[in-house]
């Protein structure tokens, strides 16, 4: 009886999930379309079943309301934390970076650890344009460390370089010559390259 019991609880909570990330993926891809609808020039001619903007402003404040249903209509299904992200990111776009930050630092302390990756890689990216270096620097070594597939080692190093570039030009250069030492041939070794030429 007890196992007959467990059986339909489950069967239920896996039938409410299962609706619950269909409806979510419905509202991200509803909200993608705004995402990457087309800017109006010209005499362009008008799809009317397409969403189409005059300017990028318009494009991401649409964008990121959509995207802001979904995560909190959803907040535990993939598709709607998928959709907290792209709503910082719209939210960055409208200089917003405040609104941006307190979205990221949610999903910053969720389980999906690349999602949680990408967003403390745009957190370092606010820091970094907000001007608060530090805290950039200590973000972007913390993901270096974790070494996500989404967010790659060298990348996360290669933005704290260029950071570092006018305050602490030695750790820059440092990190510019371990970077072309660790990655030869490849173009994480070029963009080294170039830092290092900026420095000189």
């Known amino acids: 009886?007890?196992?007959?019991?467990?059986?339909?609880?489950?069967?239920?909570?896996?039938?409410?999930?299962?609706?619950q990330n269909?409806?979510?993926?419905?509202?991200?891809d509803a909200a993608m379309k705004i995402f990457n609808a087309p800017i109006r020039t010209g005499n362009q001619p008008v799809d009317p079943g397409?969403?189409?903007?005059?300017?990028e402003q318009a494009r991401a404040q649409d964008a990121s309301q959509k995207f802001l249903g979904v995560a909190d209509r959803y907040?535990?299904?993939?598709?709607?934390?998928?959709?907290?992200?792209?709503?910082?990111?719209?939210?960055?776009?409208?200089?917003?970076q405040n609104q941006a930050l307190e979205e990221l630092k949610k999903l910053d302390a969720g389980n999906d650890k690349e999602l949680a990756a990408m967003a403390q890689y745009q957190i370092a990216?606010?820091?970094?344009?907000?001007?608060k270096i530090d805290d950039a620097v200590k973000t972007y070594r913390a993901?270096?460390?974790?070494?996500s597939v989404f967010v790659p080692k060298p990348l996360v190093l290669l933005e704290m370089a260029d950071l570092l570039r006018q305050s602490k030009p030695q750790e820059a250069a440092s990190l510019y010559e371990q970077l072309?030492?660790?990655?030869?041939?490849?173009?994480?070794?070029?963009?080294?390259?170039?830092?290092?030429?900026?420095?000189?």
């Open 143 to 147: 993901l270096a460390d974790a070494n």
């Open 50 to 55: 397409e969403p189409l903007y005059s300017n």
């Open 75 to 96: 907040p535990r299904t993939n598709p709607g934390r998928l959709a907290r992200y792209y709503a910082a990111l719209c939210l960055e776009d409208l200089d917003k």
């Open 1 to 19: 009886m007890v196992a007959l019991i467990a059986a339909i609880g489950y069967a239920s909570w896996k039938f409410y999930s299962d609706r």
């Open 125 to 131: 990216n606010i820091y970094a344009r907000t001007g």
């Open 180 to 200: 072309k030492k660790d990655y030869p041939n490849t173009t994480v070794a070029e963009r080294a390259e170039r830092g290092l030429n900026l420095l000189t």
């Open 22 to 28: 269909l409806k979510a993926s419905a509202g991200l």
